[in-house]
């Protein structure tokens, strides 16, 4: 089992740069593909990113290809978001997640409790 837990949320100005983190505290993390997801407020939560478990293969939703790199460390059992270019509508509480290879949020077994990101015009 997979306890997750994220870190760096923060306020940025629109242009600026936040890294996410994501500690997984369980002993199979290298078994499971990471990925992001963010829940901007009134809205459903959506796919951002996924990266398999050897970090050999990346995933990106459409919205943040390009600005956005998911990277993992497994020896450390953490997964970073490097977010760049941030833009107002990237506001959202992010969470990760741990589970298959896949852009459904159904298919990720563990949920870290979220950090808040908040991007000012």
């Known amino acids: 089992q997979e306890q997750l837990v994220e870190s760096g949320g923060g306020l940025v100005q629109a242009g600026g740069s936040l890294r996410l983190s994501c500690a997984a505290s369980?002993?199979?993390?290298?078994?499971?593909?990471m990925g992001w997801f963010r829940q901007a407020l009134g809205k459903e939560r959506e796919f951002v990113a996924t990266?398999?478990?050897?970090?050999?293969?990346?995933l990106y939703a459409d919205s943040v290809r390009g600005r956005f790199t998911i990277s993992r460390d497994n020896a450390g059992s953490t997964v970073y978001l490097q977010m760049n270019s941030l833009k107002s509508e990237d506001t959202a509480v992010y969470y990760c997640?741990?589970?298959?290879?896949?852009?459904?949020?159904?298919?990720?077994?563990?949920w870290g409790q979220g950090t808040q990101v908040t991007v000012s015009s």
């Open positions: 997640a741990a589970g298959d290879w896949s852009v459904r949020s159904g298919r990720y077994n563990y």
């Open positions: 369980g002993r199979t993390f290298s078994s499971y593909a």
């Open positions: 990266i398999s478990p050897s970090g050999v293969r990346t």
